[in-house]
């Protein structure tokens, strides 16, 4: 059982904490926007957006390059192969004894830097960690009884060597707070800095070694300037003595409850190591109180330190929410940062300028100033900031609109603009993006951005097959998370077996000679922040986690054979076959060609032939409809410009799949169907195309992008614009992993997800022999009821 105490006195003012103060724990850690995110999620199930801050203070001399991570991953303290897994405990099991004990005490020699007295306080530090890891024997403690062997299904001499590379990671992290002025002031700056641009009350959420950060400063803040309805700790280190001393030795009189904190609650996983002296009660005098349960950690006992383990608790997420209140936590409520403007902030310099732009309120003039007044109120206050932070006003590049102002402002002034939102008639504060069409255009066009948001639809433990030139997975929009969305690659143009490509073999990363299937395969999956003037501006594919398999069935020169597209297409049966599941879900074909319709009936040919049997083994078939409608014939007058009906090309007239003809990009509505995409009926008379998706200068991944470049690459340097049919398709496959996605009930079901494709359409008002169905649309398929 958890052992809770009753605070003090827990009564306190009605308050209505306006914003969350994160402080993060020791080592690595990913950029702040996607560790906020990582908190923000364990802690509420959403993003909070302008509700949460994250003081970050990673010290990147340790740690050159962030963590590559995503929202979905959680806040793990990574030290080598702490992760444990099948090949790491293999790894520490044969280790030579004393490997990790040698590391540390090079780490303590390292960080004491010949200071007798620092090594003296290190080494102690370091003992207690280590004894925290190797409290519990195999039999379990007298104090939890046989409970703690249910808990601890690791091994003693692994629960050992984790202890020891945990403290390693908290000795650099401590030291730089204990001993290095430089460090410590940052540490300190970068919490101090969260508080005074204003938004409280505060709700301050502090783990590991940012609870040391935390209360240092609290201790020092005035009550009547700052006010902290709640301060929580988990894994805290707060209770080891030799913290205690050095904190003392900056303040005179006992370390108490900081003035300005109405409620301290601390939190502790009893396996923990850092926070092995967990009750801080008598440490601390005031109406702390504090939480300790064996194995209370989510992520316990593998990664008892784990933040966001911490944070997805249950006494955790109810201490939090007793105090903001359950309207707080909802991912749908009112903002004054909008998200992506919180996201650049969080990942840049405190003093960078980002492109704003201000929304004034316009209400009844009787209650609420007038434009001009409230954008000379805007202004004014904005001069302020800029001109006491040290700036020159140009550097703000203020500029006055109809409805807004828009500026370049820094972190602290969008904060303390966002403090005084009703006093300066502010609706809201947006992003001043640099507006170009882009992938993530088009996915607004078929809702396929909206999806991945609003319905988690984003093609995760979903794989797709291009069957196209290759994929040149090396490019970074394929690697946005930690691992390459390119699983697998097949060369299927040479005689024999298709030649399996390994991400571990050098042409791997560049197996892609033409180009055409790298673009078609960024439109499925992947995304990307490249730097731009305005800032960062994110391409991403229709389904950004969805896996992918590489087949290469066309040449350099873009030509191939039916022959090595069977060949692929057996291969995608043969893994599938060869699983207990589907392996690949879906598969692309931005392909085609003519067909004599007097040897062969439409769909019969033998490619179509074996595009069906993958079909009724459950495989999604996206084609791309042809580029043949629209021609130019020589006549009696010269040259006419025509398009043509039945222009339908093999396999695109197969009915068991799905053949996609193009529209424009962001206008379809209003452009209709492009000049050059095939148009139907089939020669035998059906329907075709099924759907439409955006085909014109759709902007992708370029197979030969530039890397190795001393600066950043440019946009032209990662990504080419293409059309055709051949792009429209890779916007369904991408669509329909997303589908899949979220609907996981549809695996194996390409009949039922193609009604409910075809069934969630937008009728474009253009004939059906060009627009099919009409342009799909996934947040109608993802709430339609078909049968």
């Known amino acids: 059982m958890p052992n809770q105490e009753p605070a003090a006195s827990d009564a306190a003012r009605p308050v209505s904490p306006r914003t969350i103060i994160y402080v993060h724990g020791i080592a690595n850690k990913p950029p702040s926007s996607v560790l906020k995110c990582q908190w923000d999620t364990a802690l509420f199930g959403a993003e909070l957006g302008d509700r949460s801050r994250m003081c970050y203070w990673v010290n990147r001399d340790f740690y050159p390059v962030p963590l590559d991570e995503t929202c979905g991953d959680p806040d793990l303290v990574r030290v080598d192969d702490q992760e444990v897994s099948t090949r790491a405990v293999i790894a520490l099991a044969t280790a030579e004894p004393g490997t990790e004990t040698l590391a540390i005490e090079r780490e303590v020699e390292a960080l ?43 091994p003693a001499f692994l629960r050992r060597i984790l202890a020891g ?111 092995i002296d967990s009750d801080l009660r008598g440490d601390f ?151 170009r069409a882009l992938i993530h255009r088009s996915t607004n066009t078929i809702q396929a951005a909206p999806a991945n948001l609003g319905y988690g639809a984003n093609g995760q433990g979903i794989a797709w097959a291009v069957l196209d030139t290759g994929i040149a997975a090396g490019h970074p929009h394929f690697n946005a998370s930690a691992t390459n969305l390119v699983v697998e690659q097949y060369d299927c143009m040479s005689v024999g077996p298709p030649r399996l490509i390994r991400p571990s073999e050098k042409e791997f990363a560049r197996f892609d000679g033409n180009g055409h299937g790298t673009h078609v395969a960024a439109i499925i999956a992947g995304e990307h922040n490249t730097g731009t003037k305005a800032g960062v501006e994110t391409f991403r594919g229709m389904a950004p986690r969805c896996r992918l398999y590489g087949f290469r069935v066309l040449a350099r020169d873009g030509n191939g054979s039916d022959a090595s ?68 014939l020589r006549s009696e007058g010269g040259l006419v410009q025509a398009n043509l009906d039945l222009s339908i090309g093999d396999p695109a007239n197969l009915e068991e799949a799905i053949a996609v003809g193009s529209v424009h990009k962001t206008n379809p509505y209003t452009y209709g169907i492009s000049f050059f995409s095939s148009r139907g009926p089939t020669a035998d008379g059906r329907a075709k195309p099924d759907v439409v998706a955006p085909g014109e200068r759709v902007l992708s991944a370029r197979h030969d992008w530039i890397h190795g470049v001393e600066d950043a690459p440019a946009i032209d340097d990662l990504y080419v614009e293409r059309s055709g049919t051949s792009m429209a398709a890779p916007h369904v496959s991408g669509l329909l992993a997303a589908f899949l996605s979220a609907r996981r009930e549809f695996i194996g079901e390409p009949d039922r997800v193609k009604r409910y494709l075809m069934g969630g359409c937008m009728d474009l008002g253009r004939d059906k022999y060009m627009q099919g169905a009409g342009l799909p649309n996934l947040i109608k398929m993802l709430a339609l009821q078909v049968g």
């Open 285 to 435: 005098p005031g109406s702390l109180k504090n939480v300790r349960e064996f194995g209370l950690n989510t992520d316990s006992p593998r990664h008892p330190h784990s933040a966001t383990g911490y944070l997805a608790t249950q006494i955790v997420r109810d201490t939090v929410l007793d105090v903001v209140g359950p309207a707080f936590a909802q991912s749908i409520a009112p903002f004054v940062i909008a998200k992506d403007l919180v996201s650049a902030m969080e990942n840049a310099l405190p003093r960078e300028r980002q492109p704003v732009l201000i929304q004034l309120v316009n209400e009844d003039a009787a209650s609420t100033a007038t434009l001009d007044e409230a954008a000379s109120l805007v202004e004014h206050k904005i001069r302020k900031l800029v001109v006491d932070s040290g700036s020159e006003w140009e550097d703000a590049q203020f500029d006055r609109l109809r409805r807004f102002v828009s500026a370049r402002l820094t972190r602290k002034e969008v904060e303390t603009l966002r403090s005084l939102d009703e006093e300066l008639s502010i609706k809201a504060m947006w992003r001043n993006a640099e507006k």
């Open 165 to 275: 590379k945990l403290t390693r990671a908290f000795l650099r992290d401590v030291n730089d707070f204990l001993y290095v002025d430089a460090r410590r002031h940052a540490m300190r700056e970068a919490f101090r800095s969260r508080l005074d641009s204003g938004g409280g009350p505060f709700v301050v959420v502090a783990h590991s070694q940012g609870s040391i950060i935390a209360y240092d400063v609290l201790r020092e803040l005035d009550p009547a300037r700052y006010d902290v309805p709640l301060l929580l700790t988990v894994g805290s280190p707060l209770g080891m003595q030799e913290v205690q001393d050095e904190l003392r030795r900056w303040h005179e009189g006992p370390l108490v409850q900081p003035a300005c904190v109405r409620r301290w609650v601390n939190i502790a996983d009893c396996l923990d190591p850092v926070a």
């Open 565 to 632: 597209i069977i060949k692929a297409l057996d291969q995608v049966a043969q893994l599938n076959e060869n699983s207990s599941r589907l392996v690949i879900h879906g598969v692309n074909l931005s392909l085609g060609g003519s067909f004599d319709p007097s040897v062969y009936n439409c769909g019969h040919t033998p490619l179509c032939q074996e595009i069906k049997r993958l079909w009724r083994q459950g495989v999604l078939v996206v084609l791309a409809a042809g580029n043949e409608g629209y021609v130019v």
């Open 112 to 154: 004491a830097d010949n200071n007798s007295e620092r090594r003296r306080v290190l080494q102690r530090i370091a003992e207690r960690v280590v004894a925290g890891g190797d409290e519990f024997g195999e039999g379990g403690s007298d104090l939890f009884g046989p409970v703690s062997a249910k808990v601890l299904p690791l």
